[in-house]
């Protein structure tokens, strides 16, 4: 499977590299890195060994590639690189939206796998949804994902655009919880550098709670709520009909629509 070609290493591609060095998963001389503007975990590839930017005519001995561009450039990238490739390379895609038979023909009907990433991956706690109609293909996107964290097999491509919305984009929403939280400190009075401390603090600290502990997270939001007391005056409100729960579905679903029609 390699070596591995990366076309693209910005965020998400750079948390991949990060991921795998943290790993000690592949070798630097293993990897081959194609971007105009590597990112510094491209550069620290490139220190490790990998080789960065190399002459066209290299790309031809990648057994895997590494399709990490934005969805919106993904053609033209395709464009660039597909005629340098081996026929049997596999092209593995984490482009949200973008569907395995569209790459297949802009990729020369090579073989493809989609992968849905979480940035986590930097520090092997990230999840990938995996879909390859494929199962050497698959097998080949579990061997790259495996080192980052946990993998879940979909069942049909469709799923992706679902795991898109409810994965791939989620850690912002968590981030941007945590803003909306510190913000509310401070409109309660807090000094900005407490109310940092304290939401980050406390959700890190309850997130891996969650991770260590296994219990369903309804049952730790019990724990923590007592009767009449003041949890359960915010749960109230956070819970209630104009709650988190209407809005993650909105969210959800507007993510959604937007994978559907960046694969458009
Ligand atoms: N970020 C996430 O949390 C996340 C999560 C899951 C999946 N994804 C998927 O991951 C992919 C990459 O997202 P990202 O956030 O990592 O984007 P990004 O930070 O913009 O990284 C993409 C990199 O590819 C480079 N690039 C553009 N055109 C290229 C070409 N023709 N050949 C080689 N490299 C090229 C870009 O350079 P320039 O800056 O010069 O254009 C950039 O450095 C997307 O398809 C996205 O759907 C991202």
């Not at 593995?92 to 569907?99: E, F, L, P």
Request: aromatic letters at 4%.
């Amino acid at each position: 499977m390699t070596p591995i070609l990366m076309l693209g290493a910005g965020r998400m591609g750079g948390a991949i590299l990060e991921g795998w060095a943290r790993a000690g998963a592949f070798a630097g001389h293993d990897l081959m890195i194609v971007d105009p503007q590597p990112s510094d975990a491209a550069l620290a590839s490139a220190r490790a060994g990998a080789r960065l930017n190399p002459p066209d005519g290299d790309l031809a001995s990648a057994r895997t590639v590494i399709l990490a561009v934005k969805p919106q450039k993904w053609l033209e990238a395709a464009g660039q690189y597909a005629s340098w490739l081996s026929p049997d390379a596999v092209i593995i895609s984490i482009a949200a939206g973008v569907g395995s038979q569209a790459i297949a023909h802009e990729f020369g009907g090579r073989t493809v796998a989609r992968v849905m990433p979480t940035t986590a991956a930097a520090i092997c706690q990230g999840v990938a949804s995996l879909y390859a109609d494929d199962p050497a293909a698959l097998a080949r996107a579990h061997a790259l994902f495996e080192p980052l964290g946990a993998v879940v097999d979909l069942t049909d491509e469709a799923q992706i655009h679902m795991a898109t919305a409810v994965s791939g984009s989620a850690p912002a929403y968590l981030y941007a919880f945590i803003e909306s939280l510190e913000a509310a400190g401070v409109a309660v009075g807090l000094s900005a550098a407490d109310a940092s401390r304290l939401a980050r603090s406390t959700i890190t600290g309850a997130a891996a709670l969650l991770a260590q502990t296994g219990e369903q997270p309804a049952e730790l939001r019990r724990q923590v709520t007592s009767p009449n007391g003041t949890t359960e005056a915010a749960m109230n409100v956070l819970l209630g009909e104009r709650g988190l729960p209407p809005l993650m579905r909105e969210a959800v679903a507007a993510a959604l629509r937007r994978s559907k029609e960046l694969g458009a």
